[in-house]
């Protein structure tokens, strides 16, 4: 989809979560980072969520960058302040085989 559709698509949280837990099925850190960047941009943009967040704007562009790294900290507290929490679940594939 074009940009403007996906902004618009992310800005329910039902779309969101779905969209940042593929990116985290990928296993591409970079990808992870991009989807963060996309959510937070179509909920008013990265200095918005630093309002959010009360982190600093110009270190959470550099966490959102391609090669950022961001803490646990830092990132339950930009999932938060999109409408998003990190989960832990079972992979299908050891359900399975333990049933």
Not at 36 to 56: M, P
Not at 68 to 85: C, D, K, V
Request: hydrophobic share 40%; proline share 6%.
């Amino acid at each position: 989809p074009d940009r403007p559709h996906l902004l618009e698509w992310l800005k329910d949280p039902r779309n969101a979560a779905a969209y940042v837990e593929a990116a985290l099925e990928e296993g591409d850190p970079a990808g992870l980072l991009q989807a963060l960047r996309n959510v937070a941009e179509s909920r008013g943009g990265v200095s918005q969520i630093a309002r959010k967040t009360g982190l600093n704007r110009e270190a959470l562009y550099r966490t959102l960058s391609k090669g950022g790294n961001p803490q646990l900290r830092n990132l339950t507290a930009i999932l938060g302040a999109t409408g998003l929490r990190l989960s832990v679940r079972p992979s299908e594939a050891k359900v399975r085989k333990a049933a």
